[in-house]
């Protein structure tokens, strides 16, 4: 039983071009959160969803940043005209419910790290 | 605003000596707290989930502490090794229905010499 599936580990992008990164949630986890980390700093929550729906998107921004979880397939966090300070790793973990609750589990991937040049 | 504090923010040991990590939370109501231990380049792994009825965990060399009353926890690592140098995240989760996001601390990273 796999975990949870980071991809790409390493993206380097430069400055206005597109970055994807994807996220294949545990076998039998319909619940998906995304995060960011800057160097020296604690994960921030980005977006929560399950699947084809975006429960909270709260933390992350407004603009050039979008989610997805398709009824099929992984998880996509898509930040288009990436700028240097979007240069980050990127975390995502998912749970089988409402990621809070000690029995639906939640795990991490290992993460996309994205480098903005 | 829920938040969790972290200290030391770092901290250097000599090989095989013991340590003690501390977390203080202002989650409220409280449902459980974790700790996961974040090598280097990777991701977060979980090391212990505590309840509000459970006051201490062990997982190895690893025991956590749980004071719901002064919501309060720490991690003792037992003779460290090398292996155990990382960040160790305090992570906390509350009760209510939008409970999701969990709140982090920013950490302690533990350095392990020889």
């Known amino acids: 039983n796999a975990g949870v599936m980071q991809n790409p580990r390493h993206l380097v992008r430069r400055r206005g071009q597109e970055a994807r990164l994807r996220c294949s949630p545990m076998k039998g986890h319909s619940h998906v959160y995304w995060y960011r980390q800057l160097p020296e700093e604690g994960l921030k929550f980005m977006v929560y969803l399950q699947k084809e729906n975006i429960i909270d998107e709260s933390g992350m921004p407004k603009e050039r940043f979008s989610a997805e979880f398709p009824k099929e397939g992984p998880s996509i966090l898509r930040i288009q005209q990436v700028v240097r300070g979007d240069s980050a790793a990127y975390f995502c973990?998912?749970?089988?419910?409402?990621?809070?609750?000690?029995?639906?589990?939640?795990?991490f991937g290992s993460g996309t790290r994205l480098t903005v040049v | 605003k829920n938040q969790v504090e972290q200290s030391p923010q770092s901290l250097i040991i000599l090989e095989g000596k013991n340590c003690t990590l501390q977390?203080?939370?202002?989650?409220?109501?409280?449902?459980?707290l974790r700790w996961y231990k974040q090598d280097t380049g990777r991701g977060p792994v979980s090391l212990t989930i505590m309840t509000f009825s459970e006051n201490t965990k062990s997982n190895g060399r690893y025991t956590a502490t749980l004071d719901a009353d002064t919501k309060q926890s720490s991690l003792h690592i037992t003779a460290s090794q090398l292996s155990d140098s990382a960040s160790y995240i305090c992570?906390?989760?509350?009760?209510?229905?939008?409970?999701?996001?969990?709140?982090f601390g920013a950490g302690t990273t533990v350095t392990v010499r020889a």
């Open positions: 992570v906390v989760s509350g009760l209510l229905s939008n409970d999701y996001k969990l709140s």
């Open positions: 973990a998912s749970s089988q419910g409402t990621g809070g609750r000690v029995h639906y589990g939640y795990t």
């Open positions: 977390c203080n939370y202002t989650v409220s109501p409280f449902s459980n």
